[in-house]
């Protein structure tokens, strides 16, 4: 089939290689000629395991290529995926401005049938949108008459296990109200179901909601653990062994129970705010999930609020060595990341810090740009020379097992805040270190 990809971010490009993958022709579309260089010379604009290999290997056989070239992408798939960013808005409402952009380009130059599929994260209503503003389009240059459909097919991949996940899928929910879209999406998505059928079908707005409902759910589980671990500390009680004794429980299971630095990335804390707005522009107050997003704010300071009970409200002239800056491991994505608000924190009370992280450290230089106050490490070793504490922030595989010894010997002192409780706190506290995670004692 052919297919046309809009947007080759996280989304677009995961997705346009993996469809790629199993014999689509596919055509990346992006506004960013930079990005478009990248993926023309061989190379991919984002870190994300696997992928690389995956668009070389296409590339080759013909089955992937980019463009800028609007007119070129409109003309070229039956399938149109809107994969654009939707960031928030200043009253933590989507902003759908590239959608929009996205879905007019398609009317003015699509030339016959077209599926056009909000793959983007999108509020309820949003495809009645899309098809509002291509029908439009349509009627201005006299092509009124050409036939279209509009499908919400919400992404559920995450950052890090992006192709595991799109190759891989627990459910592929597809929003879509008429048979020629429906027949579509089910030929396109075959190849991703040969062991059991994991298309889910359901009306346009029941898909929309459902993207939402899934991260806010996962958001909720996080926040809940990380408010738990901060009472189990004040009782004396360690969260780590709570999780095991729920998490056993195959109502409640064992992924997202882990307490740490917060939640963040590009999606739990503009999806969480997104839904709270469609709320009350409802007039309904979801009320759980102000309490989720309020208790993530919190939970972002956690870090700093041990700093500084341990070393002053005044920083000044302190140095922390900092490990890990993407918001999750195996990822370079920074967006809405905690280490940058601990970062900012650390400055605001006079303190500097050497950052290390395996493939972040690029986006925290453009974050950050000339920041005097922020140094880097080529190694999570050197990160440590003359710090006061060791700051974790990111559970990255290489901070497992770590070299006690070094720490303990670069390190000024040998004090560590971990914000994803990677250590066992009395093996720890036997190496002679001082030892501070989230939930324990
Ligand atoms: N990142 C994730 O893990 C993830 C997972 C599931 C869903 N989502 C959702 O998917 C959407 C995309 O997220 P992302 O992380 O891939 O974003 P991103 O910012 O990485 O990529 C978006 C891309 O779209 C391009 N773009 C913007 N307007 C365009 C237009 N009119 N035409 C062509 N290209 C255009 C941008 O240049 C950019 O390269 C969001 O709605 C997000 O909430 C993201
Ligand atoms: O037990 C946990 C699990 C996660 N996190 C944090 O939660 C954030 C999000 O993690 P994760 O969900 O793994 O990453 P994302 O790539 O943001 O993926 C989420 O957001 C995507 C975009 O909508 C969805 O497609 C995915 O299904 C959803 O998991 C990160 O900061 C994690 O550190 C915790 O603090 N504790």
């Not at 704010?297 to 009970?309: A, P, S």
């Not at 491991?329 to 920074?334: A, G, Y």
């Not at 010997?409 to 971990?418: E, G, T």
């Amino acid at each position: 089939m052919k297919v046309t990809v809009i947007g080759t971010g996280y989304v677009g490009l995961v997705s346009g290689a993996c469809l790629a993958d199993v014999g689509n022709d596919v055509l990346c579309l992006d506004v960013d000629p930079a990005k478009v260089k990248i993926l023309e010379d061989g190379g991919i604009p984002i870190h994300e395991p696997g992928l690389l290999e995956i668009v070389r290997r296409n590339v080759e056989a013909g089955r992937l290529s980019f463009t800028t070239d609007i007119d070129k992408a409109a003309k070229w798939g039956v399938i149109q995926f809107i994969a654009v960013g939707t960031p928030p808005d200043e009253d933590g409402s989507a902003d759908l401005k590239y959608v929009l952009a996205a879905a007019r380009n398609i009317g003015k130059h699509m030339d016959g049938y077209r599926v056009i599929v909000d793959k983007s994260t999108v509020p309820v209503g949003t495809a009645d949108k899309v098809r509002a503003a291509v029908a439009e389009e349509l009627a201005n240059r006299g092509s009124a008459a050409i036939e279209f459909s509009v499908v919400s097919n919400p992404e559920f991949l995450k950052e890090g296990a992006a192709i595991e996940d799109f190759m891989r899928p627990d459910r592929i929910v597809v929003g879509a109200e008429d048979a020629q879209a429906i027949d579509l999406m089910r030929q396109l998505y075959a190849p991703f179901q040969r062991n059991h059928d994991r298309l889910v079908f359901m009306d346009v707005r029941s898909a929309e909601l459902t993207k939402y409902a899934a991260n806010a759910m996962l958001a909720t589980r996080i926040s809940f653990m990380n408010e738990l671990a901060n009472l189990a500390e004040t009782l004396g009680a360690d969260i780590e062994l709570v999780r095991q004794g729920i998490g056993s429980d195959p109502r409640i299971g064992w992924h997202f129970l882990y307490a740490g630095c917060g939640y963040g990335g590009s999606c739990f804390p503009k999806d969480v705010k997104a839904l709270i707005r469609t709320g009350s522009e409802h007039g309904h107050e979801l009320k759980l999930l102000g309490a989720v997003e309020a208790a993530n704010e919190v939970q972002k300071h956690v870090l700093v609020d041990k700093i500084v009970r341990r070393f002053g409200e005044d920083l000044t002239g302190r140095h922390f060595a900092l490990w890990g800056l993407a918001f999750k491991p195996n990822t370079d994505d920074m967006r809405d990341a905690p280490s940058r608000v601990i970062i900012h924190e650390l400055f605001k009370r006079g303190a500097t810090v050497a950052a290390y992280d395996p493939v972040a450290m690029q986006e925290a230089e453009r974050i950050f740009g000339d920041e005097s106050r922020l140094s880097y490490a080529g190694r999570p070793k050197s990160a440590l020379d003359n710090a006061d504490a060791l700051v974790i922030v990111t559970e990255w595989k290489e901070f497992r097992s770590p070299d006690f010894e070094a720490i303990k010997s670069r390190l000024k002192q040998p004090v560590i805040f971990d914000g994803r409780n990677m250590y066992d706190p009395a093996l720890i506290r036997g190496e002679g270190i001082e030892y501070f995670g989230i939930g324990r004692v």
